[in-house]
C-alpha cells in the first residue's frame, strides 16, 4: 500500500496552545507592546475579542499577535496560492523545429505557434536539425535561428546563448516583459493579434 506524501503547511500554535512564559506582544494595529507575560498577552486578546498567534516561535521570547485567526488563515492561504501561481507561471517550455531549408509556407506555420505558445505564458525552445550533409552549411541554421528572433521580436528574446549539439541548433526564448500582463500570467490577446497581423 503506498503512502501518501505529506504537504507541508505552517502551523502556528494559538491562544491555550502557546507555552512561553514570556513573549513579544504585537497588538492587533501592529503596533509592538514589548515583553510581557503570557498571561497579559492573552488578557490583551481576550478583551479585544480576538486571538492570540505565535508568529515566531524560535524568536528570544517568541512574538505572538493579536490577530482574527480565521482571517489570518485566509490571507496565508491566498498568498501560498499566488506564490504556486508565479511558480508555476511560464515553467512550461514548449517547442517548435524546423530544418535549415525549411519552406516559406512551414516557416510561418511554426512562426503563428510559437506566438499561440506565448499567448500562454509558455517559453519557447527552437531546435533547427541538420540533416546528412546539412551540417556542413551551420550559417544558414544560425541565419535562419536568427529570422526566428526577429519574427518573434514582440513577444519573446533570446534566453542564454544558442547551442549546437551533435547536429542540433538549440536556442531557447523567455517572454518579454512587455508581452505578459503586469501580473505575469498570460501575454495579452490584442498583443498576439497585433504581432500576428504585422508578420
Known sequence: MRKRKRTRQDFYRINWQIRAPTV????????QIGIVSLQEAR?????????????APRANP????????????????????????????G???????????IGE??????VERAKDFAQE??????????KGRQITKKE??????????????ELYQQDGEIKLTGKR?????????TATKQDGQKATKEQIQNSKISS
Do not use: N
Open 121 to 130: 505564458g509558455d517559453r519557447l525552445k527552437v531546435v533547427l536539425k541538420f
Open 43 to 55: 488578557r490583551v486578546a481576550q478583551e479585544k475579542g480576538l486571538d492570540l498567534v505565535e508568529i
Open 62 to 89: 517568541p512574538v505572538v499577535k493579536v490577530i482574527d485567526y480565521a482571517k489570518f488563515k485566509y490571507e496565508q492561504d491566498k498568498k501560498r496560492r499566488e506564490a504556486r501561481k508565479k511558480t508555476k507561471q
Open 24 to 31: 513579544r506582544l504585537i497588538d492587533d494595529q501592529g503596533k
Open 91 to 101: 515553467s512550461k517550455i514548449k517547442e517548435i523545429q524546423l530544418s535549415p531549408f
Open 105 to 110: 509556407a512551414d516557416f510561418k506555420t511554426r
Open 140 to 153: 544558414f541554421g544560425y541565419q535562419l535561428l536568427e529570422r526566428i528572433k526577429q519574427e518573434l521580436a
Open 169 to 177: 541548433l538549440v536556442m531557447f526564448m523567455k517572454l518579454r516583459k
